[in-house]
């Protein structure tokens, strides 16, 4: 099983939903407030000099899931790089 972390502008959630419902990841947690800094974009801390947030999704799934989701995201990347959407890939280990 893999986990995979979605992180993401809130503009793009329908986007996002609509990728997951697509290759049958029915099944997530939402963090529906972030701050961070990345690499494409500007910082989203939630202040008068850096606004706005992100939101994120963690989708557990099987690997050959794992192989169509991350494909959905990377058309999402390519089609909304200025809004800001990051996918990374975490092993997971055991369920209960």
């Known amino acids: 099983m893999k986990g995979i972390m979605i992180i993401y502008a809130p503009a793009l959630e329908e986007n996002v939903l609509a990728a997951l419902a697509a290759v049958g990841a029915v099944k997530y947690t939402k963090f529906p407030l972030l701050h961070g800094v990345g690499g494409q974009s500007e910082p989203h801390l939630d202040t008068q000099v850096w606004p706005g947030t992100n939101e994120a999704l963690l ?28 996918a990374f890939v975490l092993p997971v280990e055991e369920e209960i």
């Open 59 to 86: 989708v557990v799934t099987s690997d050959a899931t794992k192989i169509k989701l991350m494909s959905e995201i990377a058309k999402l990347k390519k089609e909304f790089a200025a809004e800001g959407i990051k």
